[in-house]
């Protein structure tokens, strides 16, 4: 990472997406004005005008857009702009037919939608530098444009073009060498997979990845999520260059196909993230739903505050049945929600509802009627009240749970499913959701991150192996942390192949235990789970739900070292171990071989937390958050993730929250 010095705009800041292209110029003026009177202090601009900016190649035409960013400097509101590179003009693709991305299925796909071209292109990264640099160059010194946002959504470079077929053999052949080597690593003595020569490796095609050898979807994952770093990487440097004190970033998401993170936001200076929480929570107790868990992941990619780029600002359609209308408190709610995780900024997407284009019922803040509504006056309300909290400008989030993410461990997952409705995020989800019910903070961070400071480190599905990682969880527990590993953990190489040992493999000396046999369960099996005798945990779920497990059973086998704090209690496994604790150097490993119910895991985290010496809140309801900011002073913020009125005590205090409500106390 460049570590130039990049101006942010001060504050804690509310933002609007806009886009000056959809609209009259003479409406323009009045969407300023009333923004400016709500207290917007940025706006988003510029990001699918590829067409309005390059009308035709080589002739640029940036006028509108000058008077744009005019227009809300005037009212001073800062600018972002996108680099409009997720559409290319139709103009680019006829005279340039080979810039359209091409499937799975070897078509080359429908122009006229959007993010349908190659990134790799030569042509197109020529175009796009061009149209790149001479926006750069003539926004840098105004001092109202405070950042970038490269292209949109960016998703791993699925693209099936010969471009791309090629630069993937390239990355094969840099990262094995030889053919003897990669049909090592891949076991292509299956099937008759050898290859012969590099020009034979080829992408997964069609619906055939699942017939696939994993360890080629594996590398055509990392290889894809390279491609696309490389690519923000290509566009970062051009702006770096011209406009070093601008700040550059990306809007991401969680999508289908995601690259790497950290990978992606290492050249960056901000994350941004496209946030959309759920219009309608779920009411059961099992189903695991805490927005918070997006944010977390988020503020975990760089360890730092972040922006939110598009934030939800109405019901949401188009391509789908439209949804539920947000409820009341729900605008205000989610962007405190993530002003709460770390956001420092929180930008609507978006100000217009469209009138055309396949977006018109993804709605913004003011409706199609153009009268100003419900959803305006909440976004009002929203910017008096952040304009209250300025005070946290400076403030961050400090956790002392970690939760590991790995982007290969959700690729080789995703890939081969190890059990219905097994997801990788699953079990990272149930323990935050088991945490954050304790009203405790949690960061998610990459796998490869240094521990030190961590007292509890959640290492869920270690599926494929990485050994500085596991060097660094042996290390974290000797020093004293509380480790957490699941089952489906050591399964795999580095290149995605099983390994001949007792799982979990490379976590067996620091769990103690080995597995004798293991069992998929399918979805809405439970297996009921009792408590062992001697166990000190402090059953609470034995009041409400019992203790179960779901998805998978590890049957564990018995020995002297370990403690077994829950056995099975049904299924031919009835008594073998569940649950087990290790001591390791001078800290504590839990191993559990299936996955609990809510209630069960709770009553762990309650456990580990309160022999760690962390100040847990007891009976705060399901879906009410307490986190903090820390700064000179310490910020606490409860939220009510629901849609039911709620009571929390907290610090002797009971605060009574509406639905969606958030309650921010500056506590010294
Ligand atoms: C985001 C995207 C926006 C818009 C929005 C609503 O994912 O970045 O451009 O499409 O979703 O669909």
Redesign the pocket.
């Known amino acids: 990472m460049a570590d130039n010095v990049v101006r942010l705009p001060k504050g804690i800041n509310i933002g609007v997406d806009y886009y000056p292209e959809h609209w009259d110029e003479a409406l323009w003026v009045k969407d300023a004005d009333m923004m400016r009177d709500a207290g917007v202090k940025l706006v988003r601009m510029g990001e699918f005008a590829w067409c309005r900016f390059e009308p035709e190649e080589g002739r640029f035409d940036f006028e509108w857009l000058d008077r744009a960013v005019r227009l809300f400097a005037e009212r001073d509101i800062y600018v972002v702009l996108c680099t409009p590179t997720n559409t290319p003009p139709q103009w680019l693709f006829e005279k340039y037919p080979e810039i359209v991305q091409v499937d799975k299925w070897g078509r080359r796909i429908q122009t006229g939608i959007r993010g349908h071209r190659c990134l790799n292109s030569p042509v197109y990264r020529e175009l796009s530098e061009k149209i790149i640099a001479y926006m750069a160059e003539r926004y840098k010194d105004e001092r109202y444009v405070v950042g970038y946002q490269i292209d949109?959504?960016l998703e791993s470079n699925h693209c099936r073009c010969d471009v791309c077929k090629s630069r993937f053999r390239e990355w094969i052949e840099k990262k094995y060498g030889t053919v003897e080597e990669i049909n090592k690593a891949y076991g292509n003595n299956v099937w008759s997979g050898e290859y012969s020569d590099f020009s034979q490796v080829m992408p997964p095609m069609n619906d055939n990845e699942k017939w696939l050898n994993p360890s080629l979807n594996l590398d055509f994952n990392r290889y894809a999520s390279d491609s696309t770093c490389d690519y923000v990487k290509f566009q970062s440097d051009i702006i770096r260059k011209i406009s070093p004190d601008k700040f550059i970033t990306t809007?991401t998401?969680l999508c289908a196909n995601m690259p790497d993170f950290y990978d992606m936001f290492e050249n960056l200076d901000i994350v941004s993230f496209?946030n959309y929480p759920a219009h309608v929570l779920p009411e059961d107790d099992e189903t695991l739903y805490s927005h918070a868990f997006h944010l977390d992941l988020m503020r975990g990619v760089k360890n730092k505050n972040f922006w939110i780029m598009?934030q939800l600002s109405g019901m949401i359609g188009s391509w789908g049945p439209m949804s539920r209308a947000i409820q009341p408190g729900m605008m205000e709610g989610y962007s405190l929600q993530a002003i709460a995780h770390g956001a420092d900024a929180v930008i609507h997407?978006r100000w217009r509802t469209a009138v055309s284009g396949a977006?018109m019922y993804?709605q913004g803040i003011i409706d199609h009627s153009n009268v100003p509504g419900r959803r305006y006056k909440e976004f009002c309300e929203l910017c008096s009240k952040v304009r209250e909290i300025q005070e946290l400008d400076g403030t961050v989030c400090r956790n002392r749970i970690a939760i590991l993410y790995s982007s290969d461990n959700e690729y080789a997952f995703k890939n081969q499913h190890q059990a219905e409705e097994m997801h990788y995020f699953e079990q990272m989800k149930q323990w935050h959701d088991a945490f954050i019910c304790l009203g405790l903070g949690v960061d998610i961070i990459s796998q490869k991150e240094k521990l030190n400071g961590y007292r509890i480190i959640v290492a869920p599905t270690m599926f494929v192996e990485n050994k500085e990682t596991v060097s660094n969880i042996y290390d974290a527990a000797a020093k004293g942390a509380t480790v957490i590993l699941t089952n489906r953990s050591g399964e795999r190489d580095y290149n995605n192949k099983c390994i001949m040992k007792q799982l979990p493999v490379a976590y067996s000396e620091l769990t103690g235990i080995k597995v004798s046999e293991y069992e998929a369960l399918p979805d809405g099996m439970q297996v009921l789970l009792k408590f062992s005798e001697e166990t000190d945990i402090r059953s609470e779920c034995a009041l409400k739900s019992g203790l179960f497990g779901k998805r998978w059973c590890d049957i564990i086998e018995e020995n002297d070292k370990v403690e077994v704090l829950a056995r099975y209690d049904e299924q031919f496994y009835k008594g073998a171990p569940a649950v087990t604790r290790n001591k390791y150097g001078n800290g504590e490993v839990y191993y559990f071989g299936t996955m609990l119910n809510r209630d069960g895991s709770i009553d762990f985290a309650r456990q580990m937390a309160v022999s760690q010496g962390l100040d847990i809140i007891e009976g705060l309801e399901k879906g009410v958050e307490v986190t903090y900011r820390y700064g000179d002073k310490t910020w606490r913020f409860i939220f009510n993730n629901t849609q039911k009125e709620q009571k929390a005590i907290v610090d002797e205090e009971e605060i009574v929250l509406k639905p969606f409500e958030m309650n921010i106390t500056s506590l010294h």
């Open positions: 949109n959504e809007n998401w496209d598009e997407f977006e993804w």
